[in-house]
């Protein structure tokens, strides 16, 4: 480790949003006061969150989801990035990534009221109008219409994006190097002080155990992973993912355990982690091989077993050296 190095000084900060917790990891001079950082970067998510959250009634997702059709809304820029991002990787995924699901996730209980039998038979029964029809953009004034009823949900994306802002708001403060995420959505900016790539642990499809199935060395590249073992909803006895299929309006059946992906953005790696993971390993690994996504599969083979498929550079091989550190630069 050069002198350099050693003379600077660790910061290691945190707060809340979007019902978990960012963090942030970089070095400064001595000199340098992480509070006013600590309060950039609390205000940063903290607007993402006043734009995109759906347990906030008055986000101003909320109030384009209470808007009627037809209706020209105003929209600040960032919520129209994410929107434009969203339909753009629905678009991509075939409409396996669908930012009109709010319905689907608010009657399966994974938004803020409880799980309800009758909404759950609206959701699966409704003639559902996939989100890049059923929104119009005027991206240059800065607005939108439905052009149909859709319920907007950005959860499978916000939170990347979050992420990125994290990263945006440090680069704005001068901080070139450092490790930002929210909830193991995570974000790698340049290299520690040691010229080394940021590790960043693959989490293994195992809610008990939160162990490590491999590690990344990631440099200037975010990952993002969808999995079915941290929300779920029990029916009948079986635990049913968060992640919603756009066809059935209703949890993932048999989908793979976990998929993690990794890309230049966190929103980027966020959303096509959904839109694998609903499209399953075979036509999933098909369209990462294709677009060359970066992306690692993990398939249950048991109650506590499971093995792994890998697209890309970083994944290739991985069930030969699935603890084997890789770097993306």
Request: glycine letters at 8%; hydrophobic letters at 45%.
């Amino acid at each position: 480790m050069s002198k350099m190095s050693t003379d600077l000084t660790r910061h290691a900060l945190n707060g809340p949003t979007m019902g978990t917790r960012w963090s942030a990891q970089f070095h400064t001079a001595p000199d340098v006061d992480p509070s006013v950082i600590q309060i950039a970067l609390q205000a940063a998510v903290a607007e993402v969150d006043a734009q995109m959250s759906t347990w906030s009634a008055d986000s101003d997702l909320m109030r384009l989801n209470a808007a009627p059709v037809g209706e020209w809304c105003d929209v600040p820029a960032m919520l129209m990035a994410v929107i434009s991002l969203g339909l753009e990787i629905g678009r991509a995924s075939k409409g396996a990534f669908d930012i009109g699901m709010g319905d689907a996730v608010t009657a399966w209980g994974f938004g803020p009221a409880e799980a309800a039998p009758d909404r759950i038979k609206a959701a699966m029964n409704t003639n559902r109008v996939p989100a890049s029809e059923a929104l119009d953009l005027d991206v240059a004034a800065g607005r939108l219409r439905k052009t149909a009823p859709v319920a907007l949900d950005l959860n499978g994306i916000a939170k990347g994006y979050g992420v990125d802002r994290l990263a945006e708001t440090l680069r704005g403060v001068g901080i070139m190097n450092a490790l930002v995420g929210i909830d193991g959505e995570m974000r790698a900016m340049g290299l520690r002080p040691d010229a080394a790539p940021w590790s960043i642990a693959v989490e293994a499809p195992d809610a008990e155990s939160r162990s490590a199935h491999s590690v990344l060395a990631l440099q200037d590249a975010a990952v993002a992973t969808s999995g079915d073992y941290r929300h779920w909803v029990e029916v009948q006895g079986r635990h049913l993912s968060h992640t919603m299929d756009p066809h059935r309006g209703a949890p993932l059946m048999n989908s793979p355990a976990s998929v993690t992906v990794v890309a230049q953005t966190c929103a980027e790696a966020d959303a096509w982690a959904t839109a694998l993971m609903v499209l399953g390993t075979e036509q999933g690994a098909a369209l990462a091989r294709a677009r060359g996504l970066e992306a690692l599969f993990l398939l249950r083979t048991g109650q506590t077993e499971y093995r792994s498929l890998g697209v890309g550079r970083l994944f290739t091989d991985e069930d030969a050296a699935a603890h084997a550190p890789r770097r993306a630069v």
